[in-house]
């Protein structure tokens, strides 16, 4: 009996030293798992400072896009009123324009009535005889020494200004002096004017109608208004053309970096469609590739053993299969920090579930992938086990399983020890 109290007291000892082992172990992965969760939390917040950016810039880049294209509306409509204006000060300068050239008709016409007076006063001249041509001929000289008549002493004062200006008129004037002295004492015989030559004469006055004295100074201010809303329309248009270079630009730009990710997305997409399917191609194409703004995106696959088809065409297993092509082909080209799929196996076999997995493991260097599944393959492929129950008591437990360690501790040689110890210590007692 003592041998067997003493060899229970060794195992029990043996026992509590195991134990002791395995708290140090245990404190010592805890310890690890502190370090790890502090740097994953580390990481965590780089990438969430550098998704930050990138959202911060990705927003800079559309307000700047939202402004161009509100300043590029603001210059339409301020050169739609400038044009406005234009017309208007175009429609009055041109109203100006003919009122002056109206005025400037009225006093040709005015200087060819003039003409044809001084003609019709050489032709009364003219029918005087020979006293009228002798006054004509012998000019001012003579007219002054015979002096003019009381009647037509204004007149004669009147016209020496304009004579001093133009002989003619002066010897004209004197001409009448003459023969208005003479006139005097023997009144001639004259003809009426006809009343059609009157009428005539007066229409013609009427048509003339009434000069602006102010036509010139109106037409000075229209055309220096005229000047500047020319400048502000040249200012508009020059403003204009840099904002359609600069939204060219950008549309260069979009396009450019649009046609190179679609290109890689494309290349991307085949090679994970035959990784998935084993074999067969697939193709991205564009509905409207002259217009990328408005293009569509359309799918076309080929599984092996059937032919090119359009994904609506597609059984539903393959059309999942070819959704997760593109979502992986996606993060391939543009990788993300974390990505939930939510059961996206549900309608893969077992063999699809094999390759689906393959795929699954070859992103998860750079994107943690959260995946709801209830796939036993999927599940034996992952990093971290959460799952939920409710108990009797009706609350949710979250129970969490890390699947690389539980195996490192039961692959452990004194894990098997130790239950080969207990199993033989139960047994005893």
Not at 269 to 280: E, K, T, V
Not at 341 to 367: H, K, M, P, Q, Y
């Amino acid at each position: 009996a003592r041998r067997d109290a003493e060899g229970v007291r060794a195992r029990a000892e043996a026992a509590v030293g195991i134990d002791a082992e395995r708290v140090i172990r245990a404190e010592n992965e805890l310890a690890a798992l502190v370090e790890r969760e502090r740097a994953a939390q580390q990481e965590m917040a780089d990438v969430s400072e550098a998704v930050a950016e990138a959202v911060a810039h990705e927003a800079g880049a559309r307000m700047a896009i939202v402004a161009l294209e509100s300043a590029d509306a603001v210059d339409r409509r301020r050169l739609a009123e400038t044009e406005t204006l234009a017309a208007g000060a175009r429609s009055r300068l041109r109203l100006a324009e003919e009122r002056l050239r109206a005025a400037e008709v009225a006093e040709l016409e005015s200087r060819l009535g003039l003409e044809t007076l001084r003609e019709g006063l050489l032709v009364e001249l003219a029918g005087l005889g020979d006293l009228g041509l002798g006054a004509l001929h012998a000019g001012p000289d003579a007219a002054a020494a015979n002096g003019p008549s009381p009647a037509l002493a204004v007149e004669s004062d009147g016209a020496g200004e304009a004579g001093a200006e133009d002989p003619e008129t002066v010897a004209l004037t004197a001409a009448l002096a003459v023969a208005g002295a003479r006139w005097a004492t023997e009144p001639p015989v004259v003809s009426v004017s006809s009343p059609a030559r009157i009428a005539r004469l007066r229409r013609h006055f009427h048509e003339l109608g009434a000069a602006n004295p102010s036509a010139v100074e109106e037409h000075a201010a229209i055309r220096t208004r005229l000047e500047g809303l020319e400048a502000q329309e040249s200012d508009l248009r020059a403003a204009i053309v840099d904002t359609r270079r600069l939204i060219d630009e950008l549309s260069a730009l979009v396009t450019r970096q649009f046609r190179t990710t679609f290109q890689a997305l494309e290349s991307a997409f085949d090679a994970r469609f035959r990784q998935l399917f084993d074999g067969g191609f697939a193709r991205l194409t564009l509905t409207d590739p002259s217009d990328l703004s408005a293009t569509g995106v359309e799918i076309v696959a080929r599984p092996p053993g059937k032919k090119a088809q359009a994904l609506a065409m597609l059984s539903g297993g393959e059309r999942a299969l070819t959704a997760v092509a593109l979502l992986f082909a996606m993060l391939q080209v543009r990788p993300v920090p974390f990505c939930v799929l939510d059961e996206v196996d549900a309608a893969l076999d077992e063999a699809n579930i094999g390759r689906f997995v393959a795929a699954l493991r070859s992103l998860a260097d750079r994107t943690q992938f959260i995946v709801i599944t209830h796939n036993r393959g999927t599940i034996e492929a992952a990093d971290a086990l959460y799952g939920v129950t409710v108990g009797d008591d009706s609350v949710s437990r979250v129970i969490s399983l890390r699947l690389d360690e539980a195996s490192a501790v039961a692959a452990e040689p004194g894990m098997a020890a130790d239950g080969a110890s207990l199993e033989h210590a139960t047994a005893a007692g």
